[in-house]
């Protein structure tokens, strides 16, 4: 696989955006972050400050390759070497104990689909595009001469004219099923639900903890899609996220630094639990809209 070279015409193009798509994203990320601590003079008396640095150039590269790409390699070299580099710094600017560090991920990804195809495991792509089409020339057939009633399938959700439908009267509820039952004949999906029925179907606890969490009822889409393993709404090429499946919800939690010691633990956390791990550590009250728990 050909590699992709810094300075390829791709800045002429792209202008000052394409630096997130390169590891020196996460670079100038620390050293703005270096420069926060200096210039707020953050650590330097006895109130607690909170710095959050989000190092996001391995997300849009990792879109763009995939997981085992040679550049996503080089990108996480990269990062151990500036996030070394920024411990050194808090270690002489604040003082070794003097400071508490978590390092987390909003998520992880599958592997390329074309390169689990090359290894015999199943998997492909998903076309939601495609899929709002189908779905609006099912209902065309139900419902002539109104309009299409799929208004997009995005972030497996999917989102309605709702206008369209109280416009014209329609039964909602019997519009949503008829695109779940449309939907459960796709090969690539797993499961469909109406999202404010979702308690109520044939689904793993597990998943469905996941599909409630995630629905926010003036923002959310009306339908949710599980797709199958492996299977995700993106191109051949890199990956994506976005499912429940281990390879996407599996991430990496470490604390280290003040009132932490030494130990590890397989139970099983959530990224929810680090606010409240932190509150406690800090013998303060959780915020009021936080729902995990204290690791320790």
């Known amino acids: 696989m050909p590699l992709n070279p810094i300075g390829c015409g791709f800045e002429e193009k792209y202008g000052y955006s394409i630096i997130r798509k390169t590891p020196f994203g996460n670079s100038l990320t620390i050293d703005l972050a270096k420069a926060a601590i200096d210039g707020e003079q953050l650590g330097a008396d006895d109130e607690t400050d909170l710095l959050a640095v989000s190092c996001s150039s391995t997300d849009y590269i990792g879109h763009q390759v995939g997981t085992h790409a040679v550049e996503t390699e080089d990108t996480y070299l990269r990062l151990d070497k500036a996030i070394a580099d920024f411990l050194s710094y808090l270690d002489e600017k604040v003082g070794k104990g003097n400071y508490l560090v978590f390092l987390s991920a909003d998520h992880g990804a599958m592997n390329n689909a074309r390169f689990l195809q090359d290894c015999r495991i199943p998997a492909g792509n998903w076309d939601g595009d495609a899929v709002a089409e189908k779905l609006n020339q099912t209902l065309a057939q139900e419902y002539p001469n109104v309009g299409n009633l799929v208004k997009t399938v995005m972030n497996y959700q999917v989102f309605f004219n709702r206008n369209i439908i109280k416009k014209n009267k329609l039964d909602f509820a019997k519009i949503k099923q008829s695109v779940v039952d449309v939907l459960k004949e796709d090969c690539c999906v797993q499961y469909a639900c109406d999202m404010e029925k979702t308690m109520t179907e044939s689904i793993p606890e597990d998943v469905k903890m996941r599909i409630v969490n995630g629905y926010n009822r003036e923002r959310s889409g009306d339908v949710a899609i599980v797709l199958k393993p492996n299977f995700y709404a993106h191109g051949m090429k890199g990956t994506d996220h976005g499912e429940w499946n281990p390879y996407d ?48």
Do not use: S
Not at 274 to 291: D, M, S
């Open 249 to 296: 919800t599996h991430i990496p939690l470490i604390f280290m630094g003040c009132g932490i010691q030494h130990g590890a633990t397989t139970r099983q956390t959530f990224m929810t639990d680090i606010v409240p791990t932190i509150a406690a550590l800090l013998h303060v009250q959780a915020p009021n809209g936080c729902v995990g728990q204290p690791i320790f």
